[in-house]
């Protein structure tokens, strides 16, 4: 079964351009160290909870989208080797991150069933 990198974040709305671009020059550098799949998807109907939210979670303000996102990988070795690639690989560090990264929620996960 694949293996899951998570992530949830907020993205002023006025970077959304901008954020596409910098996940569209990411996919490359993931499928090198072995990604089979990327999903980017821009809040459509995210509702604010009572609770707990995505939004919550993110602590988004005005003007800010939720973004969700995942990677797929083959195998968890292959997701860390990748996530290991970010300190000695330079093309990582020409990434844009037109967002605060210091609200972005992320984990790896197994696959318990797969469709």
């Known amino acids: 079964m694949s293996y899951v990198s998570g992530f949830l974040t907020p993205v002023p709305g ?17 499928k090198d160290y072995g990604a089979t799949a990327m999903r980017e998807c821009w809040e459509a109907d995210v509702p604010d909870g009572e609770v707990t939210s995505f939004p919550m979670a993110v602590k988004r ?40 990264g210091k609200r972005m929620i992320y984990g790896n996960f197994e696959t318990l069933f797969e469709a």
């Open 14 to 30: 006025k970077n959304k351009d901008a954020y596409l671009a910098s996940a569209q020059k990411s996919w490359p550098l993931f």
């Open 61 to 100: 303000e005005d003007g800010e989208a939720v973004v969700f996102s995942w990677i797929l990988w083959p195998d968890k070795a292959t997701a860390d080797a990748c996530w290991a690639s970010m300190d000695t690989d330079p093309r990582w560090r020409e990434m844009d991150m037109p967002f605060d």
